[in-house]
């Protein structure tokens, strides 16, 4: 299985800071990678698709960038309703994996 | 837009097998992969395995001795029926649509998800 691993595993922000999260695959997987986001009790939101790809309907602040074993979620400016735990998962095999999440709080 | 909802008991006895369904609605079933993915009080996602509309399914090693994901057409539905349940499959289950661009895989639709707790 490809391990996902997420860092950190949270952070602490307030609104407007730009917040970056990061992901890094135990092995190359191209581009195969997205991000989404989840809300307590809600289910999970996709936010970026092939690693950089934005989802429509998605604030153009969410940005994502990298390929092979290192990549990036970017919120140029957060929001109060950004405030969430977010999630990267890759779809280069199966199974499926998820990064363990990154809780982003507000400060 | 595609909706998902999941069904089924909400506590479910220790080996006993644990049964959901999940009904699409405002689309049909018959394209893209459907999948099944579940989250631990207070962890993180577990994928569980997906269906094909074709029947075609895949699984993950860590559960694939137990676990049987099929689909109804006829009814635009999918299932999920995992045996001998312990405390650890005590969840939140998801259902999901799957969808490609290109060689990209995402999972783009949820269900509002269903608890299952695992207790005698």
């Known amino acids: 299985d490809i391990q996902m691993t997420q860092s950190p595993s949270s952070l602490s922000a307030s609104v407007g800071d730009r917040v970056t999260i990061t992901c890094r695959a135990s092995?190359?997987?191209?581009?195969?990678l997205n991000w989404y986001h989840q809300k307590p009790g809600k289910a999970p939101k996709l936010l970026i698709y092939?690693?950089?790809s934005l989802q429509s309907g998605v604030p153009s602040r969410f940005s994502g960038s990298g390929s092979g074993t290192d990549f990036t979620l970017t919120i140029s400016s957060l929001q109060p309703e950004d405030f969430a735990t977010y999630y990267c998962?890759?779809?280069?095999?199966?199974?499926?994996?998820f990064g363990q999440g990154t809780k982003v709080e507000i400060k | 837009q595609v909706q998902l909802q999941e069904s089924g008991p909400g506590l479910v006895k220790p080996s006993e097998t644990l049964s959901l369904t999940c009904t699409v609605s405002?689309?049909?079933?018959?394209?893209?992969?459907w999948s099944w993915i579940r989250q631990p009080p207070g962890k993180g996602l577990e994928w569980i395995g997906y269906?094909?509309?074709?029947?075609?399914?895949n699984y993950n090693p860590s559960l694939k001795s137990r676990v049987t994901i099929s689909v109804d057409t006829s009814k635009n539905q999918f299932s999920l029926k995992l045996s001998s349940v312990t405390a650890a499959d005590t969840a939140v289950y998801y259902c999901?649509?799957?969808?490609?661009?290109?060689?990209?895989?995402?999972?783009?639709?949820w269900g509002k998800g269903t608890t299952v707790t695992v207790s005698s």
């Open positions: 999901a649509r799957e969808r490609p661009t290109g060689y990209y895989y995402y999972v783009d639709v």
């Open positions: 405002r689309g049909s079933i018959n394209s893209d992969s």
């Open positions: 269906i094909y509309y074709s029947g075609t399914t």
């Open positions: 092995q190359s997987i191209n581009t195969y």
């Open positions: 092939a690693a950089s």
């Open positions: 998962q890759q779809s280069y095999s199966t199974p499926r994996t």
